[in-house]
T-cell receptor
């Protein structure tokens, strides 16, 4: 079954404590991306990757890091989380090119206190 | 500046009503996507289209490339259709997707 898997699904953490949200896809997609979703703002892209070892900033990259060492994995790293990073995060993947179906993970609810 | 605009933002309908959600975009596109997000849930792709019309069950999506406009129609709406519907475009240059802010639909029995 085609899947994008994120973990953890729910997390409450404290300001400044580094955390990683993992993302894995089993469709051999080149393109992977991270989004955050906030009320009234819709989905905003944090980072994306067009292939292994290739990453680029999206619209809201501040406070986040990513890596793409393997094709299937694209972890999102918050080195020093702050309360304004409290949000719902989605990982997504697809083949390169805007004309391909995009697959989303189930979402990760992150609260930073 | 929003590359993708959706309307309405919120929509309440009685069960059985015909529903239309609109999406306008300002960039040249490879394809337009309609996504569905249930409360507390993930996001699934309903349609991907680059021209004409597609139908899946009670859902119909249309696109007019010249006018840069798409509509999502739901016929004989049902409470289980209650969700947020998101329009997204994949531009014909670059790899970034642009998303609308979504339309929250509530269908009342």
């Amino acid at each position: 079954e085609a899947q994008v898997t994120q973990n953890p699904r729910y997390l409450i953490t404290v300001t400044g404590k580094k955390l990683t949200v993992t993302c894995s896809q089993n469709m051999n997609h080149e393109y992977m991306s991270w989004y955050r979703q906030d009320p009234g703002l819709g989905l905003r892209q944090i980072y994306y990757s067009m292939n292994v070892e290739v990453t680029d900033k999206g619209d809201v990259p501040e406070g986040y890091k990513v890596s793409r060492k393997e094709k299937r994995n694209f972890p999102l790293i918050l080195e020093s989380p702050s309360p304004n990073q409290t949000s719902l995060y989605f990982c997504a993947s697809r083949r390169n090119g805007g004309g391909n179906t995009i697959y989303f993970g189930e979402g990760s609810w992150l609260t930073v206190v | 500046k929003n590359e993708v605009e959706q309307s309405p933002q919120n929509l309440t309908a009685q069960e059985g009503e015909f529903i239309t959600i609109n999406c306008s975009y300002s960039v040249g596109i490879s394809a337009l996507h309609w996504l569905q997000q249930h409360p507390g849930g993930g996001i699934v792709s309903l349609f991907m289209l680059s021209s004409g019309k597609k139908k899946h069950g009670r859902l119909i999506a249309t696109i007019n490339i010249q006018e840069k406009h798409s509509s999502l129609h739901i016929t004989a709406s049902h409470p289980r259709d209650s969700a947020v519907y998101i329009c997204a475009v994949g531009p014909n240059t670059g790899n970034q997707f642009y998303f609308g802010t979504g339309t929250s639909l509530t269908v009342i029995p």
